[in-house]
């Protein structure tokens, strides 16, 4: 379990060994812990995130569905993703995006599906997420969602694989050390694509109606969402294990799509006036676009 946390600005960063400006809470035991090889679910991947204004969606769809499969786990009207984002009172995880550290991290839990369907023994997700450089890397493990309340707000440790131990051990730390508590909730509609053949490591995703939440933060509330982002665009996400294909690059360009630093936990924190509105945050006036022109996948 990490121990002795304390909160300072994000700013103030202690050195690693080889020179990266870290947090202070991840030049300690904790920090090495978050950064070390793990044996549960984890992602290793390179992102790119576009806005895109919806009416270009259509266009944008069929071309993506030239050059890549849907995902077997993606109906067709895509699936919703709901999660809830834990943070400390002075909201340091906020802080670190938003100051762009090249070492930093989220706690969240998350469920895939409708959310009026979760039950206690609904498997949900209990995921950090961080950054590395340029990389970003995902952990997670599933739990009945009764189990995951008891771990990150009820701060006990749950039953687990033994595989898992390690790894349950970091969340208490986590939520214990640094005071951890829910900040924000985010849910929105995707619609998933993977990659073909030598670009089986590619995924593309197409986040629709992004809405958000500050209270209520049982997933299975019958409370109102509101949206962070305008109706009127959707966030283009590219994932890739290596590097992004060509391709993908020359569509967003011909497109005219812009990439973008846009968070939606971020996003929802501004939007309901728990920080300043930062240089990323999508407006809630941003002009809509015509659909673009016809051009070739």
Request: glycine share 8%.
């Amino acid at each position: 379990m990490v121990r002795g946390m304390r909160w300072r600005s994000p700013a103030a960063a202690s050195q690693s060994e080889g020179g990266e400006s870290l947090p202070e809470a991840a030049s300690d035991r904790g920090g090495h812990a978050l950064r070390a090889p793990s044996p549960l679910h984890a992602f290793n991947r390179y992102e790119i995130k576009y806005l895109v204004p919806t009416l270009r969606l259509p266009q944008l769809r069929g071309q993506l569905q030239a050059r890549l499969d849907r995902d077997s786990f993606c109906p067709e009207d895509g699936y919703g993703v709901w999660s809830v984002y834990y943070d400390t009172r002075q909201l340091r995880f906020y802080w670190e995006k938003i100051e762009g550290l090249r070492f930093r991290r989220k706690l969240r839990l998350r469920h895939y599906g409708d959310r009026f369907s979760i039950g206690e023994d609904t498997t949900v997700y209990v995921e950090i997420k961080q950054r590395v450089n340029r990389v970003t890397q995902k952990r997670r493990i599933g739990l009945p969602y009764a189990a995951a309340r008891q771990l990150c707000d009820g701060r006990q440790t749950v039953d687990h694989q033994p595989g898992q131990a390690g790894f349950v051990s970091e969340i208490l730390g986590l939520v214990s050390g640094l005071d951890l508590r829910p900040v924000a909730m985010t849910g929105y509609q995707r619609e998933a694509y993977v990659g073909r053949d030598a670009e089986v490591g590619l995924r593309v995703t197409l986040d629709h109606r992004v809405r958000g939440r500050d209270r209520d933060f049982h997933l299975g509330a019958d409370a109102e969402n509101r949206l962070i982002i305008p109706a009127r665009m959707s966030v283009l996400e590219v994932k890739a294990n290596d590097r992004v294909p060509y391709w993908l690059t020359d569509l967003a360009a011909a497109a005219d799509l812009s990439v973008v630093r846009v968070s939606k936990y971020c996003q929802s924190v501004e939007a309901f006036g728990k920080a300043p509105r930062s240089i990323f945050h999508v407006p809630d006036d941003i002009p809509a676009a015509s659909p673009a022109p016809s051009t070739k996948a």
